[in-house]
């Protein structure tokens, strides 16, 4: 019964996001400021629901535990159970994001009962002078990076990179960052939803309100002795697989295609994404059964799947698993 599947993405409004994702919906969302696209969700309260084929309108985790192993892979479902491990996303910053942080996963167990979060992100599109913020320019200690905090200086010791598109970053828990204004991109994290912000450029909403700083939880969560380079450098091969991360909670590689590929999971024992971070459609064809995939969405493929054929006259993709 397992096929291809997609998912309704889930559109998530943010004071700095923009109107790209205004087309990923049928609903009228007015000046509805979006700024994130979550395309596959097993976060509680959030759970992606299938958007074609026999299975449209089943919920991801009722389908994880009635497929099992045939959906996430023997190994995923072994560690995770129902729970899906990752949470996918397309996101636009008309602004800048806030400045902030994840936790590990032994911190956010213990303070949240929750997975942490390591990420990584790929640069779809950047504006001129997009940048993003990784990191601090010299070291700091806790006692000084919150004594900017509270006197409202931080903003001139942050670390500020200029991006592009195909620019790739990996952005392990405790690494303070921000997205900046004019950047859409790629993310690929483990399943959580739990950030701590530590600055957010002294802007208010429409009431006139900031929203909430964590910087007492924030400061136990940072990596102050931070050395791993966050950049992921890569040279892409047309139509040949690249890798970009190999991480404990997944792996990405990133295809640049052109033609007819056929690809063989066999041997993999998990299910497969593609995010379409091109700008051109591909289709994935199994069972004699075209799926198409358009710029900026996203296609799971169950671990039950071996084999099957990709194609497109021209665009990028990441290929995620577990």
């Known amino acids: 019964m397992l096929y291809p599947l997609k998912f309704t993405p889930i559109l998530k409004e943010k004071i700095w996001g923009g109107h790209r994702f205004h087309s990923k919906t049928n609903q009228n969302l007015g000046d509805k400021k979006i700024g994130e696209s979550w395309e596959i969700s097993g976060v509680k309260d959030e759970i992606s629901i299938v958007e074609n084929g026999s299975l449209k309108g089943e919920v991801l985790e009722d389908l994880i535990i009635e497929f099992k192993d045939q959906l996430l892979g023997k190994s995923v479902y072994e560690r995770f159970n129902a729970q899906f491990p990752i949470l996918i996303k397309f996101i636009e910053a008309r602004d800048n994001l806030s400045v902030q942080l994840h936790p590990d996963d032994q911190l956010a167990k213990k303070r949240h009962n929750s997975f942490g979060k390591t990420e990584m992100w790929y640069i779809i599109e950047s504006e001129n002078n997009a940048k993003l913020i990784l990191d601090f320019k010299d070291n700091l200690s806790a006692k000084k990076l919150k004594d900017l905090i509270n006197s409202g200086k931080i903003e001139n010791s942050l670390n500020s990179i200029s991006v592009k598109e195909g620019d790739a970053f990996f952005i392990k828990p405790g690494l303070v960052h921000a997205i900046g204004a004019g950047v859409l991109l790629a993310e690929i994290q483990q399943t959580s939803d739990i ?128």
């Open 195 to 322: 950030t701590y912000r530590i600055y957010d450029w002294n802007r208010v909403d429409e009431e006139g309100n900031t929203r909430e700083l964590h910087t007492d939880l924030a400061l136990e969560a940072i990596d102050f002795d931070n050395t791993s380079d966050y950049r992921i450098r890569y040279d892409s091969v047309l139509n040949t697989k690249v890798p970009l991360a190999d991480t404990p909670y997944f792996k990405t590689k990133f295809l640049e295609i052109n033609k007819d590929l056929n690809l063989d999971y066999s041997k993999v024992d998990s299910f497969i994404i593609f995010m379409n971070v091109g700008h051109s459609s591909a289709t994935i064809s199994h069972k004699n059964i075209h799926y198409s995939i358009l710029s900026k969405e996203t296609i799971l493929i169950p671990a039950c799947i071996d084999t099957l054929e990709i194609k497109s006259a021209g665009t990028k993709l990441l290929e995620i698993s577990i």
